[in-house]
């Protein structure tokens, strides 16, 4: 017999133990309510229909308060779950850490909100050079772009909760 699937798992979780998990994959507290309130999922397509449209149905507000739940990149002594993420950081010469810090300075100083970016599978050169790329963008772009790539991390931690 295979493992459960993320909706198989998250379905027999009680109402505590399931929240605590839809807040590991997104800290918005609204969005976990409505995710809360759409279970039992029928399926694991049906789980991130579902969770793709609580994440577009919320505001600027809720996407901030997921966006506050993520480490800067690059940022030492982070959770495990965010350092499996940002795994493309471990090779980091001193040089690139020292840009990515800046880089996070300068984009929060500009937008309000940590630079989010789905982190998984990318060095961090690519990491850097998004970044930079981003700080040229206008508030309400970017603002979006950093929407879609929470929704995209949030894809991949739901996938994985199963394991977790």
């Given amino acids: 017999m295979g493992t459960a699937g993320p909706a198989e798992h998250l379905n027999g979780l009680p109402g505590n133990a399931a929240r605590a998990a839809l807040t590991r994959c997104c ?25 793709e449209r609580a994440w577009w149905a919320v505001g600027k507000d809720d996407w ?7 480490p800067r990149i690059g940022e030492r002594g982070i959770d495990a779950l965010a350092r499996h993420e940002q795994a493309g950081m471990n090779r980091a010469g001193e040089e690139t850490r020292a840009a990515l810090e800046q880089g996070n300075r300068e984009y929060e ?3 309000g909100h940590v630079f989010l970016i789905c982190a998984t599978g990318k060095n961090a050169t690519e990491m850097l050079a998004a970044l930079r ?3 040229g963008n206008d508030p309400t772009s970017e603002l979006k772009i950093a929407a ?6 949030t894809r991949l931690r ?7």
């Fill in 158 to 164: 739901l996938e994985k909760l199963a394991a977790s």
């Fill in 133 to 135: 790329s981003r700080l």
């Fill in 109 to 111: 100083a500009r937008f």
């Fill in 64 to 70: 901030l308060e997921a966006f506050g739940g993520h």
């Fill in 27 to 51: 800290s918005s507290r609204r969005w976990v309510d409505a995710m809360l309130a759409a279970r039992p999922f029928a399926s694991d397509a049906a789980l991130f229909e579902a969770a």
């Fill in 148 to 153: 879609r790539e929470q929704a995209k991390i």
